[in-house]
């Protein structure tokens, strides 16, 4: 993602999201690196896994590279609400399970994953939302459950611009009040590493839900 000029929009965030991910489903999968930074910061999650542990990935898009890499120790449960993202993460990773939903209603029952890890589509909520996503990821994590998250890095309130030749947006806080968000969730902040990108970046968290 290149940050650049350009103006907040008034179509539905959701409804232009969804349609320009379902229209560069092919490019943006073509795009995926498998060795970049953002990518290896999984492997901190993957090692914190035990046998059997069943993980959420939250706006799985077509699966590649991060839940195919779930996939190799753990059951992967995948949610996106673009169509045409599934359908790839079907192709690519038939082990998954794949879920068309939204992460601002997870259908999911409390408590039902060991984890739950999150690439670039938080920050495709307008960010007067994510502080209710974070507490619906939090409810569906087991006591102790981990979350590895990408956050808002820098204060964006709503920004519109051309991705991969498609209308995108994106909206989110600076990294004190992503963390603080974390926090609020009920979400004990592991560690947390800035993953540089454009002019702004991301902010990338490993969590852990608090034992209640």
Same mark, same amino acid.
């Given at each position: 993602?290149?940050?650049?000029?350009?103006?907040?929009?008034?179509?539905?965030?959701?409804?232009?999201?969804?349609?320009?991910?379902?229209?560069?489903?092919?490019?943006?999968?073509?795009?995926?690196?498998?060795?970049?930074?953002?990518?290896?910061? /999984?492997?901190? =999650?993957?090692?914190? @896994?035990? &046998? $059997?542990?069943?993980? !959420?990935?939250?706006?799985?898009?077509?699966?590649? #590279?991060?839940?195919?890499?779930?996939?190799?120790?753990?059951?992967?449960?995948?949610?996106?609400?673009?169509?045409?993202?599934?359908?790839?993460?079907?192709?690519?990773?038939?082990?998954?399970?794949?879920?068309?939903?939204?992460?601002?209603?997870?259908?999911?029952?409390?408590?039902?994953?060991?984890?739950?890890?999150?690439?670039?589509?938080?920050?495709?909520?307008?960010?007067?939302?994510?502080?209710?996503? /974070?507490?619906? =990821?939090?409810?569906? @994590?087991? &006591? $102790?459950?981990?979350? !590895?998250?990408?956050?808002?890095?820098?204060?964006? #309130?709503?920004?519109?611009?051309?991705?991969?030749?498609?209308?995108?947006?994106?909206?989110?806080?600076?990294?004190?009040?992503?963390?603080?968000?974390?926090?609020?969730?009920?979400?004990?902040?592991?560690?947390?590493?800035?993953?540089?990108?454009?002019?702004?970046?991301?902010?990338?968290?490993?969590?852990?839900?608090?034992?209640?």
């Amino acid at each position: 993602m290149t940050w650049a000029t350009g103006d907040s929009t008034r179509i539905d965030p959701k409804v232009q999201v969804r349609a320009s991910y379902n229209r560069i489903a092919e490019v943006y999968l073509s795009s995926r690196r498998r060795d970049s930074p953002d990518v290896a910061l /999984l492997e901190d =999650l993957v090692s914190r @896994l035990t &046998p $059997r542990s069943r993980v !959420l990935d939250a706006g799985c898009g077509a699966g590649v #590279p991060i839940a195919q890499q779930l996939a190799t120790h753990a059951t992967v449960v995948g949610v996106d609400f673009a169509d045409a993202q599934l359908g790839l993460a079907k192709h690519h990773v038939p082990m998954g399970l794949w879920v068309c939903a939204d992460l601002v209603a997870l259908p999911f029952a409390d408590a039902s994953f060991d984890a739950v890890c999150s690439y670039y589509a938080i920050i495709h909520i307008p960010r007067e939302q994510h502080a209710s996503v /974070l507490h619906s =990821l939090a409810r569906v @994590l087991r &006591p $102790r459950g981990l979350a !590895l998250l990408c956050l808002g890095a820098v204060d964006l #309130p709503a920004w519109t611009e051309q991705y991969h030749d498609a209308p995108m947006y994106w909206s989110h806080y600076d990294a004190a009040t992503s963390l603080s968000l974390v926090e609020a969730a009920g979400l004990e902040v592991l560690w947390d590493r800035r993953v540089a990108e454009g002019a702004g970046g991301h902010l990338f968290v490993l969590a852990q839900r608090c034992d209640t």
